[in-house]
T-cell receptor, first 112, second 114 residues
Framework: EAQVTQNPRYLITVTGKKLTVTCSQNMNHEYMSWYRQDPGLGLRQIYYSMNVEVTDKGDVPEGYKVSRKEKRNFPLILESPSPNQTSLYFC???????????FGNGTRLTVT | QKEVEQNSGPLSVPEGAIASLNCTYSDRGSQSFFWYRQYSGKSPELIMFIYSNGDKEDGRFTAQLNKASQYVSLLIRDSQPSDSATYLCAVNMLSRGTGNQFYFGTGTSLTVIP
């Protein structure tokens, strides 16, 4: 089944404790991206990647890192999480930069 | 400056009516336009995409695009209670970095009343 898989689905952590949210797609998509969704603010792009080893900042990249060492994986790294990073996070991929995005099931992160 | 704007609603329509959802975007050079449906706490799911001016129909859904007016809409005919959700408009625009970025509106909340 074609899908984008994120893990974990739920995560509660404390301020400053490094964490990684994994994202993997099995559709051989070149384009992958991370979004956060907050009430009233909609989906905001954190980082995106056009292909392996090519990443770029979205609209809200501060406090986040990404890497794209393999085509299928695009992990999101929070080196020192803070409470304002409490949010619902989505990973998404598409075959080309103009094709529809396919979303993962989301990761609800709480930083206390 | 917001890139994609939607009326946040809430929009309420009776069952069986037509629901009309609207979206405007800022980049005149945008080429790809998408409508997603999102239930509370779930991931967005693609309903329609449209690339050319005019109408595109798929079942009960019709997407309309007017590039001159920078306007895209979604019509839902014979609305059902299961259509109650938030509808997200997304536009693919040339980014400040490499390649294109998807920009999303904040969504319109639709309630279909039985």
């Amino acid at each position: 089944e074609a899908q984008v898989t994120q893990n974990p689905r739920y995560l509660i952590t404390v301020t400053g404790k490094k964490l990684t949210v994994t994202c993997s797609q099995n559709m051989n998509h070149e384009y992958m991206s991370w979004y956060r969704q907050d009430p009233g603010l909609g989906l905001r792009q954190i980082y995106y990647s056009m292909n392996v080893e090519v990443t770029d900042k979205g609209d809200v990249p501060e406090g986040y890192k990404v890497s794209r060492k393999e085509k299928r994986n695009f992990p999101l790294i929070l080196e020192s999480p803070s409470p304002n990073q409490t949010s619902l996070y989505f990973c998404a991929s598409s075959g080309t930069e103009n094709s529809p995005l396919h979303f993962g099931n989301g990761t609800r992160l709480t930083v206390t | 400056q917001k890139e994609v704007e939607q009326n946040s609603g809430p929009l309420s329509v009776p069952e069986g009516a037509i629901a009309s959802l609207n979206c405007t975007y800022s980049d005149r050079g945008s080429q790809s336009f998408f409508w997603y449906r999102q239930y509370s706490g779930k991931s967005p799911e693609l309903i329609m995409f449209i690339y050319s001016n005019g109408d595109k129909e798929d079942g009960r859904f019709t997407a309309q695009l007017n590039k001159a007016s920078q306007y895209v809409s979604l019509l839902i005919r014979d609305s059902q209670p299961s259509d109650s959700a938030t509808y997200l408009c997304a536009v693919n625009m040339l980014s400040r970095g490499t390649g294109n970025q998807f920009y999303f509106g904040t969504g319109t909340s639709l309630t279909v009343i039985p």
